[in-house]
Structures are given as structure tokens and as C-alpha cells.
């Protein structure tokens, strides 16, 4: 069980702070909101080794969860208990993990306990977005429907995940391979050539030399180059698991060259995404808005998004803090703007979040053709500036025989 100070705002406005045990973030933040109270801040303190669901669970593929959400809707649309469900599920799953956490929440919901509390009890299987809109299902009798869209929302968070990996696939296996060219030449071939000039007495210009300094570095201190490599790695992580690391690494790379961009379009689209379904789904806005910012996946966004809610708090528009922060298009605060006027902020959102889905697969097409060329041409320009650096010294001694 793990310890959490807590942070919130009662009904008659006043500041609370706590420190409570609880099984995970979740419970606590259920517990809490039952109170009434708002949650400002909330984090965990230490945590016990004892498992909430008393199994060792791995990791849930996403496409087991959308396969697992898509069949619960449609069993749940034709009138099969929830239990019935579950049990029919945990038989044909075949993803380990999973089937061993529905299996749990079948047993859960068995004894008494709502869907709802049966699976918050999973937070690294069922995210606070999916344990908020089945609790708003239940509440309002839709379990299907809300099953139907988290299935649609899932799928669409699945397919702009299989678009990036395979838009990266190809450009990340040709660079590998020309690490590894580069780094035989650099070990097998380049020493060879070195023993030949060398016997031979020739004068080297200096990028030979470099290339056989770099060659001679890399031969005897092998175990350095591996070391600072995962030294790198290791340090980055450690950065970026803290709150000001973590901000600053999202920072920039929304300021990266395309890829910032890029990033920023699939950010905005999950936003509005993830923002209508909630909204559609019944889940009031200042929780919407605060289960967005902790699932955004990047910490500039989620501040900018914490920030509206506290405008909305102060009786803001939502619309006009996100235009202000300078993240979100314009296009997309007017399309939100419209929305509140009318009364129909969760239509213009899914309509907001199709158009950057399209963005986003544009942009992902166009980049797959530009990577290509401009890695034959890195490829191209690394390997001659090593042949030449090499063939220029025989090109010396040839001319100085004749």
C-alpha cells in the first residue's frame, strides 16, 4: 500500500492538505472526489511491495485492450451480464497479462463490487480516462456506448502509434546498419591502411590522420565509447524522470524541425480526441481537463492544460486561456470557441481531432519520402569522406612516383 500527500480544495473553497495510504493514485482520487473535494496536487510518498490485485501482471498490449473493449461492447449491446462477459473474455484472451487482470475483475465484480472499482484497481491496465468514462457509463446506463467509443478511441490511439513506429522503422534500421559499417571500417579495415602508409612513410593529411586516431581510440578503448553510450542513456533517463528535466526535454522537442511539429499536431489531436469522447461520455469538464493533462504524454502541454482549468475555475472560457498559451492553432481555439457557443464542444472536438489525424498522416507520409533520400545521401557523403580520406594519400604517392 502506498503512502500520498494530497493537496485539495473543499466544497466552501478552503485548502486542505493530507497525507492518506491507499492502493494506488486512483482509489485515493475517487475517495477524495466522493468528499467533494478538488484535487490540486497529489503525489506518492512510498509504497509498500504488495500487489493491489495480488498477481504479477506485465504490461498490456494496446491492441489487447482495444480487442478486449470492442468484444465487451458488443456482448454487453446484446444484454449478456457483465459477469457472463468477463468470464467469456478471460477464456479467449491470449494476452497473459490481461487475461490474469480480467479474470481479477471478474472475481471482483462477482463479489459485489461495481465495473467501475473492479478495475481501478489496474491503473497500468485501465487508465484514469477509461476507469472515468465507465464510471460515467454506469452511472448513466450507456456501459455499451461507452464501450463502442473508448473502443473508437483507443483504435484511433493505435493506429497514429503504428503510423509513427512505421514511419520510424525504416530510417532507425538503416542507421543502425551504417553504425555498424562504420564502426567495422573504423576496427577491421582502417589499422590495415595505417600499417601500409606507415611502412611506406607517407605524409597523411589530417583527415586520415583523424579517421586512424579515431580508429586507434575506438580499438583500445572500446569499453570507454560503450560506457558513455549507456552513461548517456542512463543520464538521460535520470533527467527526464524528474519534474524539470521531464519539462524541458518536452519543451524542446516541440521545438525540433518537423518533428516538433509533427509531435505538437499529434499532442493536439489526442487532446481533442481524448477531450470529446470524455465530454461525450458525460465526464465533467474540470475532470476531463485534469485526466487529459495527466495522460497528454508531455509535460508543456499538460502545464498549459492546467492552466486552463484554472481560468475555468475563475470563470474563463476554455478557449481563451488555450489560445492564449501558444500551443494550440488557431484553428483549434476558434473550433472550441464555436463549440461552447452552440453547445456542441464534443462534436467540433472529434471534428478538430479527425482533421489533425489527417494532418498528422500527411505529414508522416511526406516525411517517410524525405527520409529515404537524405539517408542515401548521409550515407553517401559518410562513406566517401572515409574513401577519400584514405585513397588520397595513395593518390600522393602515385603522383610523386611519376
Known sequence: MATFVYEAVDASGKSVNGRVEADNEQLLLTKLHEQQFHVVAIKETGASSRSVSGARTGAVK?????????????????GISIVKCLDILEGQCKDEAL????????????DGLSLTDAIIKHPKCFTKLYVNMIKAAEIGG???????????FLEKEMEINQKVKSAMMYPCIVLCFAMVIVVALFIFVLPRFKDIFSSMQIELPPTTEA?????????QFWYLFIAMIFGAVIGYKKYASTEKGRYMIDKYKLRIPIFGELSLKISVSRFAR???????????MMRSLEIIGETSGNAVIAQAIGNARNA????????????????????????IDVGEETGRLSEMLVKVADFYDNEVDAMIKGLTSLIEPLLIVFMGVLVGFIAISIMSPIF???????
Open 142 to 152: 450507456i456501459l455499451d456506448k461507452i464501450l463502442d467509443r473508448l473502443s473508437g
Open 396 to 402: 600522393k604517392l602515385v603522383s610523386s612516383i611519376h
Open 211 to 219: 579517421l586512424f586516431a579515431i580508429s586507434d581510440f575506438l580499438i
Open 312 to 335: 475555468i475555475r475563475e470563470g474563463a472560457r476554455i478557449s481563451v486561456p488555450l489560445a492564449q498559451c501558444g500551443l494550440f492553432p488557431t484553428m483549434v481555439t476558434h473550433m
Open 99 to 110: 487475461r490474469a487482470i480480467v479474470g481479477q475483475v471478474r472475481r471482483d465484480v462477482k
Open 62 to 78: 494496446l491492441q489487447s485492450l482495444v480487442i478486449f473493449s470492442r468484444q465487451f461492447a458488443t456482448m454487453i449491446d446484446a
Open 274 to 284: 481524448t477531450f470529446g469522447t470524455l465530454i461525450s461520455s458525460g465526464v465533467p
